[in-house]
């Protein structure tokens, strides 16, 4: 019966001093998601390299949801913990392999040594592990290249692990520990995917949704919030910033040129982003941008709309295809609500030819004609602010 559940970290154990202070932060996240699943509290052991999660006569499969979403976890395993004593290594292996299932052919044993010290090498330890299977399963045969199941063993300091699963996690650095950013969150399927990769390199992210009302719907403002939903699942907490555009826009219509008023909205986009973004001390913002997928996301719309503002603007789907985004939405889960019928602000005033190249100097001409900062201001004195929680969303000011 297992009795802990391993787990492996990745980009941790490149942060050198600072080490320590990332793993206590995964841990502390891993017992709060805990709690909030289950209102109970967990038991955590750390060894150098792993963090165990005591069962404590509890099945593993009960941390399997959280575990597999949680960033900063490369990978983790169900385990039985034994001694190093090598007949009582044998024996837990071979109690494990009386579990596993009947229509197992071929096998694989894979041994790791930490403990330098321990007189048998990695190598050693597995033709010796699999010779002793062979002996007491005779139906069975080794293979090292395409084994039916693998069996895995690592001798640590005073005890070894014994483990026949080794389950992926969604790897990055553990939850809000790299600073703040701001989202560009509309209500189509890059922006979320976006939100999700820079939580999980451990951004904090928190997100700014533009709407206009009436050209927009109120279930277009209702699948935006049901979006940040999904992403406080991964990240925790998540404040979204609700940001009426409409007034902006029709000014946009009436005394620009048409083919730039993609470029103009985005410019007033990021300079009221940038505004908001210092507020909450935010050193970033996110968009989910993708080389030439659209007319605003050529390099030379990036250029003009970036211009406006000194903030640096993070890009995390910027050399992906469609198909690649499509992918990551359906694996975390915002693809449907993504792809919902309910109009964003921008193609509520989409031109019929919008500037694939626009000049910086064009837009400038164009904005002469507009009260930029009282737009801007009214604007962010009109911003509603929104925090969602796994179960809610609770309406701030």
């Not at 787990?7 to 805990?34: A, P, T």
Request: net charge negative.
């Amino acid at each position: 019966m297992y009795d802990h559940i391993l787990i492996r970290y990745g980009e941790i154990s490149l942060k050198g001093k600072n080490q320590r202070r990332f793993i206590k932060k995964m841990i502390k996240d891993l017992k709060f998601k805990v709690k909030r699943e289950y209102g109970e509290r967990v038991e955590t052991d750390y060894e150098k390299g792993r963090i165990f999660i005591r069962l404590n006569g509890e099945k593993p499969e009960k941390y399997y949801p959280i575990l597999e979403n949680m960033f900063g976890i490369v990978s983790f395993s169900p385990v039985i913990k034994t001694g190093t004593d090598f007949e009582e290594i044998t024996e837990t292996v071979l109690k494990e392999m009386q579990e596993l299932p009947e229509d197992i052919r071929t096998f694989k044993v894979t041994s790791k040594r930490s403990d330098k010290s321990y007189p048998m090498q990695s190598p050693q330890i597995s033709r010796t592990l699999g010779g002793r299977i062979l002996d007491a399963f005779p139906n069975l045969a080794v293979d090292l290249h395409h084994p039916d199941q693998d069996i895995f063993v690592e001798v640590r300091g005073d005890y070894s692990y014994v483990y026949t699963r080794n389950i992926k996690g969604p790897g990055g650095m553990p939850v809000n520990s790299a600073g703040k950013g701001l989202l560009l969150l509309s209500g189509g399927i890059d922006s979320p995917v976006a939100g999700y990769l820079a939580a999980r390199k451990g951004i904090d992210v928190s997100a700014i949704h533009f709407y206009s009302y009436p050209y927009t719907s109120e279930r277009a403002k209702e699948k935006v919030l049901t979006l940040a939903q999904k992403l406080s699942d991964y990240k925790g907490n998540f404040v979204i910033h609700l940001v009426p555009f409409t007034e902006i826009q029709e000014e946009i219509a009436k005394n620009c040129e048409s083919s730039y008023w993609i470029t103009i909205m985005r410019r007033f986009m990021f300079r009221i982003s940038e505004r908001i973004a210092a507020e909450q001390e935010c050193i970033a913002l996110i968009t989910g941008e993708s080389v030439g997928q659209v007319a605003s996301q050529t390099l030379s719309s990036m250029a003009t709309i970036n211009q406006v503002i000194s903030i640096p603007v993070l890009r995390p789907l910027v050399t992906m295809d469609k198909d690649e985004i499509v992918s990551i939405a359906h694996r975390i889960g915002t693809f449907e609500t993504s792809i919902e019928p309910y109009d964003d602000c921008c193609t509520a005033f989409l031109p019929k030819e919008p500037k694939t190249n626009p000049q910086i100097f064009i837009a400038e001409d164009n904005e002469e004609y507009l009260d930029v900062e009282g737009l801007i201001d009214r604007a962010v004195e009109k911003t509603e602010i929104v925090r969602i929680t796994k179960e809610q969303s609770e309406e701030l000011f």
